[in-house]
């Protein structure tokens, strides 16, 4: 919601940092589709399309890896899925946040949103805070978790390992369950997303099924979708962390705002191996990752690729990804800044898909609602 995430406690992306070659839905590769939840689909009219749901934490400016895993693929399904975009900000606030520069970065968010060629008419874009939906399912859905369902989420207990888990706040363990309620709220079919949070997800799942065998169907129980995605981007400094906008080193990854001069010295400096060879292969780890990120952005393949480098050295082909990147992603970069230069305008556009949030959402709590016998 990935995000991300958006360090979603530290995760990058809430639900889609890298789609996952072919399997849970999370980004970068490939698979097949997933069939929707069955009980759903004998009351779905066969013309409407499935909706998904996906979001990303205002916790700085997204990176390379969130434009390649998700951003761009959330583009691409505009037309064929029913989508809703969240800027998940309740998420960002399970640690503690400096309210000036997160107003900041959730407008910082919804600009590059929109950069990126995310279109407010055909696909819902809003802010989560600004549906209370929410924040009241996450309650109904935290009466029927269980305790030891969330002490095994594994980001959780990675995070809480940095600070003690005495010091993390009840937000940061329970937020798995605030990300199962803005699935649910949707009859959300299809979820792309990270390896990270294939667990999370799952989740979901199970808590939609309580509620279903406890209290009558309710929920859609969503499904991972497969999409075709690009490489799992990897640290340009260390190509065996993944791309993170969390990193302390701002010369590991590249922010989708990064002017021309910064992308091209980020990637002059970028770790390459030993040898000269430009091949991708598993004892060559940095130079493909590189290779990755080019065959991605160019829309070719690694195999490509090696062969345009063959006999050439690091220097130029690092040269020319480069120039590869800055014509990528100078365009984007223009936008979001003539975006954030009028803050009223992504304002009114982040409250007009609010209020087709509620609308869609509103529904989905009052059967929660009555179901458990609070209407």
């Not at 091209?264 to 990752?289: F, H, L, M, Q, Y």
């Amino acid at each position: 919601m990935s995000s991300g995430t958006a360090d979603i406690t530290g995760v990058d992306d809430f639900f889609a940092p890298h789609l996952i070659l072919s399997s849970f839905l999370p980004t970068s590769e490939g698979y097949i589709s997933v069939p929707v939840s069955c009980a759903f689909a004998k009351i779905r009219p066969m013309h409407e399309k499935r909706r998904v749901f996906s979001g990303i934490q205002p916790s700085g400016t997204p990176h390379l890896g969130t434009y390649l895993g998700a951003l761009k693929n959330w583009v691409s399904i505009q037309d064929e899925y029913d989508c809703y975009y969240c800027v998940v900000d309740l998420h960002a606030i399970t640690v503690p946040q400096d309210p000036k520069v997160l107003r900041h970065n959730v407008r910082e968010l919804a600009a590059i949103f929109l950069a990126v060629g995310l279109d407010p008419e055909r696909s819902v874009i809003f802010r989560q805070s600004r549906v209370s939906a929410h924040a009241e399912l996450a309650w109904l859905l935290n009466c029927i978790a269980k305790v030891g369902e969330l002490s095994r989420m594994t980001q959780f207990k990675d995070k809480a390992s940095k600070g003690g888990a005495e010091a993390a706040s009840v937000g940061l363990y329970a937020y798995p369950v605030l990300q199962a309620a803005d699935i649910l709220l949707y009859a959300t079919h299809l979820v792309p997303v990270g390896e990270d949070q294939r667990q999370h997800l799952e989740l979901s799942r199970t808590l939609a099924r309580r509620f279903n065998g406890m209290y009558g169907e309710t929920f859609v129980v969503p499904e991972p979708l497969i999409l075709d995605a690009g490489a799992r981007v990897m640290a340009l400094d260390d190509p065996t962390n993944k791309m993170s906008k969390s990193s302390p080193v701002p010369a590991s990854y590249i922010a989708l705002l990064d002017d021309t001069d910064t992308i091209r010295r980020k990637i002059r400096r970028a770790r390459t191996d030993s040898g000269t060879e430009i091949v991708a292969s598993p004892d060559k780890p940095a130079i493909t990752n590189l290779l990755e990120i080019y065959a991605v952005i160019t829309g070719k393949t690694v195999h490509e690729v090696e062969e345009m480098y063959r006999g050439k050295g690091y220097g130029d082909f690092k040269r020319d990804l480069a120039e590869v990147l800055v014509e990528a992603l100078s365009p984007i970069r223009e936008r979001a800044l003539e975006l954030l230069d009028d803050p009223r305008e992504l304002d009114g556009i982040l409250e007009a898909g609010a209020d087709r949030a509620r609308a869609a959402a509103s529904s989905t709590l009052h059967d929660a609602w009555a179901r458990m016998g609070l209407d």
